[in-house]
């Protein structure tokens, strides 16, 4: 399909060919091509991790390519070799990004924030000038933006509209848009998605990066998809469905396996029942989550990052009030206690953020291997610390998980990504045992176990998560990871927008239909 | 024309422990060095100079033996309160919490020494008058006047979110005021001819001296960093103060509770404050007057940070600044140099061990830049 708008312009707009760009350890992008025509919307779809965000930020200045070509397009068809060496260079030649995360100076006005970074601009700033031009672009576009309201006031959706003025007003003629929707409300993305749509129409091309399919289909008019850094298709959105976009975004590996015996679920020790939370700013991000995870099962979480997963882990550990429902632990209930609480009762942690959450990177290991068991004798006694069997509670578990690092002293941020996540293992594994030593069923939450590691830690991780729920844990697995779901689980919920879009067993499920649960479909 | 080699600063993984204690002996030697010329610009001799200081500050061979010990000796009437409030800004800074009010927390305790010291005997004449009662009550009094006054910012921090370095800060005015009204005002001695201060503290009320203007305060400074060292390395609040300094979600998730450790922390460090308005007014000035709020609670904050926050660093940290400072006073009399200069080196110090510190945390490297055969060569 080729747009024939009233603009004028011919062929396209930029295109890249065999890009490539590794980083240590990561192939991003492995001879990516992409293509935008003048006056399109073209989606860029991937998973986490495809190398999307990658090869916008090639576009845009902010990385070089190892390899590849970019070529950057006139209104007549014609086509010229471009190196973009900056963000500045890139809007030189016409190409404005809109980041996932704005930058924009809080304390400033609309109109300032648009001419920060400006070249050329005079020494004796005519605000109102700029505060009209700001307005009469925002006007043709029909989205409304006060030029002299300071940015602190202004909703998320109309900083990212002030975003779009920052670019437009700089002269983009191909605007790039990193997951606009991700942090807007519904209203506010169909708002976007009319902006996006008149620029197009002036002749403009628009590439925007998102993993939803909804969206996709709804906004744009061409989509490339990138599977592991590598070009898996680009096609007409008119030529294809959600299914078929689904099928080639997730992949369709043979996971490999490792070996499981079959589970033997006991009674449900984890019970999540209506959960509503709503997020720091207000937004509803658990929508009456119901969840049961038995002692001696690992309920798989699978959904695009974003989708709830972080808030249903926290209110799960107690790090997080649900405003609404209750969290009932081994029959007790426990809505509302604190971490403590929680950790008294056997429910473990591991967290996503290992360095954010997990460990405290400037204390020796011991220190943060103590991290639950400080409070409880032989490490406490009465309000003392005994140093040395801190010490030596640490060097047992350094060896049973084998942490390899040079003593209990070093600090936990000289280890390695996954020393450090079998330390977390570790420490919350030991919790989980003194807990069961006292009568309780552990539970043990895991939030993105492997991400990051390399292949024997990841083996590593998976071992000691089979491990826990031979032992009769009750684990709860968040990945995003299909392949290591379908392997790990006995049962997956699939989050979207906060809710629960079904429960499926891998045997009797595909990662079609998980891709398709993923992207807001309920499970039928 | 490029230069023909690189320097960079590399990070140090696992930096050896000689780095701990090399990196700031030297840096306070390059800062030494600096002021040598700042002193030779002002136009005297620097080595002279320094040897006025050390002389000024520590006496000399002569002198000790003649069994005369007064230049030492006024060197750790300085420390002594130095080491009580590089303990309470240690205690705080540990968590980053960063409490600048030190010097009003040590006048409030100061403040209330004085009210136990002056109305307490007429108030309660039951009350054994001896040091043996009063000199433990009045003690006990200085650490609630101190604790009570970081209380405020911290109830307004854990409760409201309320930025600390701004309460605490302001609070030092509020603090200093009340006290210069306190003693020219209402406790104001009827019998001082005029001068401003309180009437003096009977004689029970003083700190005993063991040597020069020494006082038993000398232990208790010591005996308060025993302690600090004790909370910090030894029991489970020392361990949720670094926790929650290092990383605070690392510490909501080990289940440390934020605001108890806030309150926790500033009682703590206010209290401590507090005991050196105790050392100075009971050990010192044995009334209320001018003179307390002279900085002690703002040099404390470079004695902890000089001393990276360890309570047998901030004791040795302590004296050595104020040697500094007692040895500066002595350039003024003997050279003619601005008695400032004691503060000019502390700044200095700071700064350079500040700076220094860069490198416990990189190592410079230096690079040779690849051999280019030049092709007119």
Redesign the interface.
């Known amino acids: 399909m080729s747009r024939t708008g009233s603009h004028g312009r011919r062929g396209l707009a930029v295109a890249l060919r065999g890009i490539t760009k590794s980083f240590p350890g990561v192939l991003a992008n492995d001879h990516v091509d992409l293509e935008v025509r003048w006056g399109e919307i073209h989606a860029l779809l991937g998973e986490n991790g495809a190398g999307k965000s990658t090869l916008m930020s090639i576009l845009s200045g902010l990385y070089q390519p190892d390899e590849g070509e970019i070529l950057v397009g006139d209104d007549e068809g014609g086509l010229r070799p471009v190196t973009i060496t900056s963000p500045r260079a890139a809007i030189h030649l016409g190409i404005g990004m809109v980041h996932q995360h704005f930058k924009l100076v809080p304390t400033q006005t609309v109109a300032e924030n648009v001419i920060l970074g400006v070249e050329d601009m005079p020494f004796v700033l005519d605000l109102d000038a700029v505060a009209r031009d700001v307005a009469e672009i925002a006007d043709r576009l029909r989205m409304p933006v006060d030029p002299t309201a300071p940015i602190w006031q202004l909703s998320v959706g109309e900083q990212q509209r002030v975003e779009i003025l920052k670019a437009l007003y700089r002269g983009a003629e191909i605007l790039v848009l990193d997951e606009p929707t991700a942090v807007l409300t519904p209203q506010e993305a169909d708002e976007v998605a009319a902006i996006l749509r008149s620029l197009a129409a002036e002749g403009k091309a628009i590439v925007f990066i998102s993993h939803k399919l909804d969206e996709v289909v709804e906004i744009a008019d061409r989509v490339t998809v990138l599977r592991k850094g590598r070009n898996v298709a680009t096609m007409d959105v008119a030529d294809t469905d959600k299914h078929r976009l689904a099928e080639l975004m997730v992949g369709r590996e043979v996971a490999t396996t490792i070996p499981k015996p079959p589970a033997e679920p006991g009674p449900t020790v984890l019970a999540l029942e209506g959960v509503v939370v709503r997020n720091e700013r207000g937004l509803v991000a658990l929508d009456h989550v119901d969840l049961e995870v038995a002692a001696g099962e690992i309920l798989g979480i699978a959904g695009v990052a974003g989708n709830g997963q972080r808030e249903l882990t926290e209110v799960a550990t107690g790090?997080r009030r649900p405003d609404a429902g209750r969290v009932v632990v081994d029959g007790k209930d426990l809505t509302g206690a604190?971490?403590?609480a929680f950790?008294d009762r056997g429910v473990a942690?591991v967290?996503a953020?290992r360095?954010?959450?997990?460990?405290?990177?400037?204390?020796p290991l011991a220190?943060n291997l103590?991290?639950?068991a400080?409070?409880h004798p032989p490490i406490?006694v009465g309000?003392?610390?005994?140093?040395d069997r801190m010490r030596a509670f640490a060097e047992t578990i350094i060896e049973r998980f084998r942490v390899d690092a040079?003593g209990p002293d070093?600090p936990a941020r000289?280890l390695s990504g996954g020393n450090q996540q079998k330390a977390i293992l570790g420490r919350e594994i030991t919790a989980g045992s003194w807990a069961a030593a006292r009568g309780h069923r552990p539970v043990l939450v895991a939030a993105y176990p492997t991400r990051g590691l390399d292949v024997g830690a990841i083996e590593h991780v998976r071992a000691r998560l089979l491990e826990q729920r031979a032992a009769g844990t009750a684990v709860l697995l968040v990945s995003e990871e299909l392949d290591e779901l379908l392997m790990m689980s006995d049962r997956i919920a699939v989050l979207h927008g906060g809710r629960i879009m079904g429960v499926v067993t891998p045997e009797e499920t595909t990662i079609e239909e998980l891709g398709l649960m993923m992207a807001g479909e309920a499970h039928r | 024309m490029t230069a023909p080699f690189r320097i960079g600063l590399e990070k140090r993984?696992?930096p050896p422990p000689y780095v701990r204690w090399l990196v700031p002996i030297l840096s306070i030697l390059v800062a030494l060095g600096f002021g040598a010329v700042v002193i030779g610009l002002a136009g005297a001799d620097p080595i002279e100079a320094y040897l006025q200081i050390l002389a000024g500050a520590f006496g000399s061979p002569a002198a000790w033996l003649d069994g005369e010990f007064y230049a030492v000796s006024e060197t750790i009437v300085r420390t002594i309160p130095l080491i009580l409030t590089g303990l309470a800004v240690a205690v705080a800074f540990r968590m980053r919490f960063w409490n600048i009010g030190a010097e009003g927390q040590l006048v409030v305790g100061g403040v209330f020494v004085a009210w136990v010291a002056l109305f307490l005997p007429e108030l309660l004449p039951g009350i054994p008058q001896t040091p043996w009662v009063y000199l433990p009550l009045m003690a006990v009094a200085a650490i609630l006047g101190g604790a009570l006054w970081a209380l405020v910012p911290a109830v307004l921090k854990a409760a409201l979110e309320v930025d600390e370095i701004i309460t605490t800060i302001m609070l030092n005015f509020v603090a200093i005021l009340t006290y210069q009204y306190l003693f020219t005002g209402p406790w104001k001695d009827p019998e001082g001819q005029g001068f401003p201060g309180s009437a003096p503290f009977p004689e029970f009320a003083w700190l005993p001296r063991i040597g020069g203007r020494v006082t038993l305060g000398l232990f208790l400074a010591l005996a308060a960093a025993v302690v600090v060292w004790l909370v910090f390395?030894?029991?489970?609040?020392?361990?949720e103060i670094?926790?929650t300094g290092?990383?605070p979600?690392?510490?909501?998730?080990?289940?440390v509770?934020r605001a108890g450790i806030i309150l926790a922390v500033m009682l703590l460090s206010g209290g401590l404050a507090g005991l050196a308005g105790f050392t100075e007014t009971a050990g010192i000035s044995h009334r209320l007057q001018q003179g307390l709020a002279i900085g002690n609670g703002f040099t404390g904050i470079i004695v902890a940070w000089v001393a990276k926050l360890r309570p047998g660093w901030i004791v040795l940290v302590a004296f050595l600044l104020s040697a500094l400072f007692v040895g500066g006073d002595q350039l003024q009399i003997s050279m003619g140099l601005p008695a400032s200069i004691g503060a000019f080196f502390q700044g200095m110090i700071l700064l350079f061990v500040l700076g220094g510190d860069v490198f416990s945390r990189y190592r410079l490297r230096i690079a040779r830049r690849a051999h280019v055969i030049s092709a007119e060569g």
Not at chain 1, 355 to 363: C, D, E, F, P, Q
């Open positions: 790090l604190s971490p403590v950790l942690h967290p953020d360095l954010g959450r997990g460990l405290a990177g400037n204390l220190d103590a991290m639950r400080y409070r406490a309000p003392a610390i005994r140093r040079p070093t000289n | 993984l696992d390395d030894h029991t489970k609040l020392g361990y670094a926790l290092e990383n979600e690392a510490a909501r998730y080990a289940g509770r």
